[in-house]
């Protein structure tokens, strides 16, 4: 699994926003989520807000904070894992 956590600065909202592969991404029930790895490696989902989708990156405007790590790869395989217990 990897893990990638990038700030853009964006003057338009005058804030940095972290931007995530948008494979990371899994779309449900109208919403966006994430799977996350806290401090004690412990898997979560989270929702975000998505800003802006460029190709293969996506830039997260709520939901997710500075050098917060993500699923990078097969993140809707460990999100269905994730929901079924």
């Given at each position: ?15 940095e ?6 494979q ?28 802006k989708?460029l ?18 790869e ?8 994730l929901?079924?217990?």
């Amino acid at each position: 699994m990897l893990f990638r956590s990038i700030l853009v600065s964006n003057n338009k909202i005058n804030k940095e926003l972290p931007s995530i592969s948008s494979q990371s991404i899994i779309f449900e029930d109208g919403q966006h989520y994430v799977v996350t790895i806290d401090k004690n490696n412990e898997l979560n989902i989270q929702k975000i807000i998505i800003y802006k989708q460029l190709n293969d990156i996506t830039i997260v405007e709520a939901g997710l904070e500075k050098d917060q790590q993500i699923i990078n790869e097969n993140a809707l395989l460990v999100y269905n894992a994730l929901i079924m217990n």
